[in-house]
């Protein structure tokens, strides 16, 4: 947890601090980011915030009623009928290459 081969900065979420990084926190649960990069962080965190201190307040529960959201994604592939991109077969492509080497000025 020091600096000592590490330049990744510290960060804290709600006052605790997570080793992983922001990797694993939702994007919808964030209220405000700050970043300190001055000599603050580290008059502040010491020596773990001296490559910089990300702090990350969540956003807290209200009353009322419970909201949840959803998002979500449904799909399929199926490959297309016939050759709609009029790709060439082997052999054609086997006398594409051919007629490469043999018209090139490399191989004469």
Same mark, same amino acid.
């Given at each position: 947890?020091?600096?000592?081969?590490? +330049?990744?900065?510290?960060?804290?979420? *709600?006052g605790?601090?997570?080793?992983?990084?922001?990797?694993?926190l939702?994007?919808?649960?964030?209220? +405000?980011?700050?970043?300190?990069? *001055?000599?603050?962080?580290?008059?502040?965190y #010491?020596v773990r915030? +001296? &490559?910089?201190? =990300?702090?990350?307040?969540?956003?807290? #529960?209200?009353?009322?009623?419970a909201? =949840?959201?959803?998002?979500?994604?449904?799909?399929?592939?199926r490959?297309?009928?016939? &050759?709609?991109?009029n =790709? %060439? &077969?082997?052999? $054609?492509?086997?006398? %594409?290459?051919?007629? $490469?080497?043999?018209? +090139?000025?490399?191989f004469?």
């Amino acid at each position: 947890m020091t600096s000592f081969g590490n +330049s990744d900065p510290l960060v804290v979420v *709600d006052g605790v601090q997570i080793p992983g990084g922001l990797h694993d926190l939702n994007v919808n649960d964030i209220e +405000s980011i700050q970043v300190l990069k *001055d000599a603050g962080a580290a008059a502040i965190y #010491g020596v773990r915030g +001296s &490559n910089g201190v =990300i702090v990350v307040t969540t956003k807290k #529960g209200r009353q009322g009623k419970a909201v =949840i959201t959803y998002d979500g994604y449904v799909g399929t592939q199926r490959p297309l009928s016939g &050759n709609p991109f009029n =790709i %060439a &077969n082997t052999q $054609e492509t086997a006398n %594409a290459i051919w007629k $490469e080497f043999a018209n +090139s000025p490399l191989f004469r």
